[in-house]
């Protein structure tokens, strides 16, 4: 049907299909596979335990939004304190946490330009992909697990480890430190412009750093292996 609205708990026990708003003064719980045409707005926790596909905003106001199954929010993920995605995520608005942002399984971003913005920690134990430009902030630290590869820029806003390969089609912007945590070489591939305001640091295997200029304002540290630099220096 149209909208829900309640003024305390929403909750699905089946299987929803909901063409406008979900809208709860305190939880929106969905236990079946749900859909919603508008958006799911919570005063406090938005919880989905299976898959979830939504075509409007996800907001728990006060609270965690958390994803069980794989999750399509073609607009935006704001929380109060967390948000756990579990499956696959695909996004085509921001995210924003609080807290902690946790990615659990591969993540896609399918707009032109989007932020993922955690007031704790972000965590990616999988792939990041990127239509667009991708802008990840973290206070207290960005955890990237796996590869990510962004047809756009991207511009990591707080201190990073990163164990996969970073591979860009327009310049890189790092203006934290990076611990390139991975056992094997790795290599950080950008398209335009690779800058790179704090130290860098590899304690095993070889880094490549290539990009059409290399603008290096902190030291560059890779402790057992090979540093290759592919590009004009600035």
């Known amino acids: 049907g149209g909208d829900v ?4 708990n929403v909750a699905f026990n089946d299987t929803s299909d909901i063409t406008g708003d979900v809208t709860a003064g305190n939880d929106a719980t969905f236990t079946g596979a749900a859909t919603v045409g508008g958006s799911v707005l919570a005063g406090n926790d938005v919880t989905f335990t299976d898959t979830s596909n939504i075509g409007g905003d996800v907001e728990a106001t006060a609270g965690e939004a958390n994803f069980g199954g794989n999750a399509i929010v073609d607009g935006n993920v704001t929380a109060g304190t967390n948000v756990v995605f579990n499956g696959t995520a695909s996004l085509g608005g921001d995210v924003t946490a609080g807290a902690d942002i946790s990615f659990f399984d591969t993540a896609n971003f399918a707009g032109a330009s989007q932020t993922v913005n955690a007031g704790g920690t972000l965590l990616a134990d999988s792939t990041i ?8 902030i973290a206070t207290v630290l960005i955890d990237l697990n796996d590869d990510v590869n962004v047809n756009g820029s991207l511009r990591l806003d707080g201190a990073s480890n990163v164990f996969g390969d970073l591979s860009e089609g327009g310049g890189v912007s790092l203006h934290s430190a990076v611990n390139f945590d991975g056992v094997l070489a790795q290599t950080l591939t950008a398209g335009g412009t690779l800058q790179a305001d704090s130290t860098l640091t590899k304690a095993t295997g070889d880094l490549t750093l290539t990009g059409a200029n290399l603008d290096l304002n902190g030291n560059v540290n890779v402790t057992i292996g090979s540093l290759t630099l ?3 220096l600035a």
């Not at 609205?5 to 305390?8: C, E, F, H, L």
């Not at 992909?129 to 990840?136: E, R």
């Open 5 to 8: 609205t309640a003024g305390n």
């Open 129 to 136: 992909t990127a239509n667009g430009d991708l802008t990840l």
């Open 230 to 232: 592919d590009g004009l």
